[in-house]
Nanobody, 120 residues
Framework: QVQLVESGGGLVQPGGSLRLSCGAS????????MGWYRQNARNERELVATISSAGTTNYADSVKGRFTISRDNAKNTVSLQMNNLKPEDTAVYYC??????????????WGQGTQVTVSS
């Protein structure tokens, strides 16, 4: 009942930048935490960054100072600005959000994933 659509992945050289975007739609009553996770070639999924409805952010140590997460509560969107990208940032990036539907059921929804490849 809640869907996420991601965009913005691609191929970039080391040191380059990319911006990922994710929009939530459907039977949304509230969105609590929105975030980005990534799954690497070893099939390990790890937290990249999260942001609460109040704007509190949390980052993985590996991306602190390079990535910035932001959200637009009016548009139900979350973005991830990625600067100074490194080859080890290569992964499929997934958007996630949780909250309550208009029927007040809790939800925890994932996007379809977008590939980010950092290579020269």
């Amino acid at each position: 009942q809640v869907q996420l659509v991601e965009s913005g992945g691609g191929l970039v050289q080391p040191g380059g930048s990319l911006r990922l975007s994710c929009g939530a739609s459907g039977a949304i009553f509230s969105i609590n935490v929105m975030g980005w996770y990534r799954q690497n070639a070893r099939n390990e999924r790890e937290l990249v960054a999260t942001i609460s409805s109040a704007g509190t952010t949390n980052y993985a140590d590996s991306v602190k100072g390079r990535f910035t997460i932001s959200r637009d509560n009016a548009k139900n969107t979350v973005s991830l600005q990625m600067n100074n990208l490194k080859p080890e940032d290569t992964a499929v990036y997934y958007c996630n959000c949780n909250g309550r539907t208009t029927a007040h059921y809790p939800y925890d929804t994932w996007g379809q994933g977008t590939q980010v490849t950092v290579s020269s």
